[in-house]
């Protein structure tokens, strides 16, 4: 069975400075699908990045960017110049390109100082 | 666009009492998704449908019943409400199976006395 764990529950960051996330995940399948999904007070679910398996090169959006390591089965997420608007709670996630059944991860809740 | 419209947005029900959670999605989409969030677990999907008239089980699905009225609109039934169904409700939905993001509602929180 595929998992994905979030070893970090909590995490707090300046603002202004870099943040990264942890996520492993467990599987046997070869093709895949990652997803780093925010959720702010307002409970909305709110996708961040994506990454394909298939591709080497490292997904970034904005001050968004992942390190996809594959064999480690690793997708970390790092934030950059980090703002108070982004705290929230995170979710990685995990779906396998045989079916339609997403898997998340606990989250890991990130506080932003002023 | 109202993306993905969740009715009602809090609920409390007594133990044993039924209701069922609305969701909407005018994005043209194929797959709908039904999850629960509760503290500390993530989100777990309850029920799953590729397509109209399809539905298939999730990782929690024990306790629920869904229908997929049309292409929009999928609903997520509890016959019997338990307190262990205490959580937050979400419905989601994406373009087809396969690499497509999920686009989620805003949430139903219920509350099962």
């Known amino acids: 069975a595929q998992t994905v764990t979030q070893s970090q529950p909590e995490m707090s960051v300046q603002e202004a400075e870099t943040v990264t996330l942890s996520c492993t995940y467990d599987t046997s399948e070869s093709d895949y699908y990652l997803f780093w999904y925010k959720q702010p007070p307002s409970r909305q679910m709110i996708l961040v990045i994506r990454q394909e398996a298939y591709k080497q090169q490292n997904a970034t959006e904005n001050r968004f960017s992942v390190n996809f390591q594959k064999a480690a089965k690793s997708f970390s997420l790092k934030i950059s110049d980090s703002q108070l608007g982004d705290a929230a709670m995170y979710f990685c996630a995990f779906l396998p390109h045989t079916n339609d059944k997403i898997i998340f991860g606990k989250g890991t809740r990130l506080h932003i100082l002023p | 666009n109202a993306g993905v419209t969740q009715t009602p947005k809090f609920q409390v029900l007594k133990t044993g009492q039924s209701m069922t959670l609305q969701c909407a999605q005018d994005?043209?989409?194929?797959?709908m998704y039904w999850y629960r969030q509760d503290p500390g677990m993530g989100l777990r999907l309850i029920y799953y449908s590729a397509s109209e008239g399809t539905t298939d089980k999730g990782e929690v699905p024990n306790g629920y019943n869904v229908s997929r009225l049309n292409k929009r609109e999928f609903s997520l039934r509890l016959e019997s409400a338990a307190p262990s169904q205490t959580s937050v409700y979400f419905c989601a939905s994406s373009v087809e199976q396969g690499n497509q993001p999920q686009h989620f509602g805003d949430g139903t929180r219920l509350s099962i006395l």
């Open positions: 994005m043209n989409h194929n797959s």
